[in-house]
């Protein structure tokens, strides 16, 4: 099975940017959904952005516009890039594909 490490998360101000990266153990090139999710304290987790293909993408309304997903299969990484950040998007953001394991995510806490 494929592992991922997420990486990239930090401690960010309001309308701040994080550039999250999620590396495979083995090549994600035959993956053809990857997706980052996210769980926020007391909540479920919910799927934030998907990635199909090499370019097609899908975001949950509340990040759309302010999110970006995309991916290198040649290192085998899928990256979210987030901008204008909000107190909201505080969460552990975790990718994934439908079925695989789960890695330990990665904090992001936006916060003045």
């Known amino acids: 099975q494929v592992q991922f490490v997420e990486s990239g998360g930090g401690l960010v101000q309001p309308g701040g940017s994080l550039r999250l990266s999620c590396t495979a153990s083995?090549?994600?090139?035959?993956?053809?959904?990857m997706g980052w999710y996210r769980q926020a304290p007391g909540k479920q987790r919910e799927l934030v952005a998907r990635i199909t293909g090499v370019t097609k993408t899908n975001y949950t309304d509340s990040v759309k516009g302010r999110f970006t997903i995309s991916r290198d299969n040649a290192k085998n990484t899928v990256y979210l890039q987030m901008n204008n950040l909000k107190f909201e998007d505080t969460a552990i953001y975790f990718c994934n594909y439908p079925g695989g394991f789960w890695g330990q995510g990665t904090q992001v806490t936006v916060s003045s």
């Open positions: 083995q090549s994600i090139r035959s993956i053809y959904a």
